[in-house]
């Protein structure tokens, strides 16, 4: 993968452009046709909607699913489903035991289509075929229970995020496997950095189905720092801003961020731009405290990451007081987003105070 520089603009400090290596995902087995037909038998709107969604993320970029409302009932039967089943009838239709410590699991027929090994890379001897049935069974049972969207819970504390489950599980429905040395989809780790198709998941995905590849310009931007050299859960730290509290003009570091070009097309150069917002949603009134911009061409697969080293901004002089949000927007250079907008922007965690100067007491006179 290529790199490329920075150059500094509105407000910013320059950091040494880090970077670090990505290996790619790996597949074995995938369905016998494409696009494949699935029926979603969520019966409660918000999660058909929610799975409609995880659908068109990745037909995006690989248009393979061909979705449509089925009955209701989701079991053994020939058909692609997906939906909530409880323990015991996911046991008692299918055979397969989860308990409530399981978000999901992807049942694949016949699973030795699917290879005898867990994870990348793929083993040269893997034996591979075609799946005669797929479904992505939800636990209803899960222990923190699902919401179908946002906004993100850095704390994985509370109820876990439909798409970053779902699409995972419709990874394993094409063939992929856990992939636990990238940013990818089919990682082990925290709803905050599983929501996101990678670079890893969409070259990955071309190879395997060519004729389905939808040409596009993707630029993701991710509220993480992930170590290649960890696993799971501690290899991703999310993004972090401080001090929670400072004066008009004084500085304020965001850490733990990164973005690729999840597109296939390479794009002529990068901006971030970083904003105060007052709420939990990005808005135009919100505040412009700075900008990196990189220099290009940034080809499909580049990436950068702050290596953990921050970039701080200092808070411009008229900024109303009171608290904020920190977000960042990812953008191309002359400010054009991309048609993907799910990955383009984050909100922090943690809130910023703009406070006013202290005022020192003078010693009494003597």
């Known amino acids: 993968m290529r790199l490329f520089s920075k150059v500094a603009t509105v407000l910013i400090i320059a950091v040494p452009l880090l970077a670090q290596g990505h290996d790619g995902s790996c597949r074995c087995g995938g369905p016998p046709i494409v696009p494949v037909p699935w ?27 061909d979705y449509r409302p089925g009955d209701g009932v989701m079991a053994p039967n020939g058909k692609n489903e997906i939906a909530f089943l409880d323990i015991a009838t996911t046991s008692a239709r299918y055979g397969v035991n989860m308990d409530r410590n399981t978000f999901a699991i992807t049942y694949m027929s016949p699973l030795s289509a699917a290879g005898d090994f867990d994870a990348c890379p793929k083993p040269p001897e893997a034996s591979c075929g075609t799946f005669d049935e797929t479904d992505v069974i939800v636990n209803s049972d899960f222990s923190r229970g699902f919401k179908p969207s946002g906004p993100i819970d850095y704390t994985d504390h509370g109820p876990a995020l439909y798409a970053a489950t779902v699409g995972h599980e419709l990874g394993h429905t094409l063939g992929f496997h856990h992939n636990v040395n990238d940013i990818s989809v089919m990682n082990l780790y925290e709803d905050f950095a599983a929501q996101y198709i990678a670079a890893a998941d969409t070259e990955e995905a071309r190879v395997a189905y060519p004729s389905r590849v939808r040409r596009v310009i993707d630029l993701a931007i991710y509220p993480f720092y992930f170590d290649p050299g960890l696993t799971d859960y501690a290899a991703t730290t999310p993004v972090d801003v401080s001090p929670a509290a400072v004066v008009p003009g004084g500085p304020v570091t965001i850490r733990n961020f990164e973005f690729e070009n ?15 917002t007052r709420g939990v949603a990005i ?6 405290i700075g900008s990196l911009a990189f220099s290009g ?13 921050g970039v701080t901004f200092n808070i411009p002089r008229d900024v109303p007081l009171g608290t904020y949000y920190l977000s960042a927007v990812i953008s191309q250079g002359n400010g054009t987003s991309d048609a993907i907008l799910y990955n383009n922007s984050w909100i922090a965690p943690q809130q910023v105070t703009i406070v006013s100067g202290i005022r020192r007491r003078a010693a009494p006179r003597r």
Do not use: C, M
């Open 262 to 276: 999840v597109g296939t097309e390479s794009v002529p150069d990068v901006l971030i731009r970083f904003y105060l």
């Open 297 to 309: 061409p940034i080809v499909s697969g580049g990436y950068w990451d702050d290596d953990q080293a």
């Open 39 to 65: 029926e979603i038998d969520h019966l409660d709107a918000p999660y058909s909607a929610a799975a409609k969604e995880v659908f068109d993320r990745w037909n995006a970029y690989i248009e393979v699913f």
């Open 283 to 288: 808005a135009p009134s919100d505040i412009l």
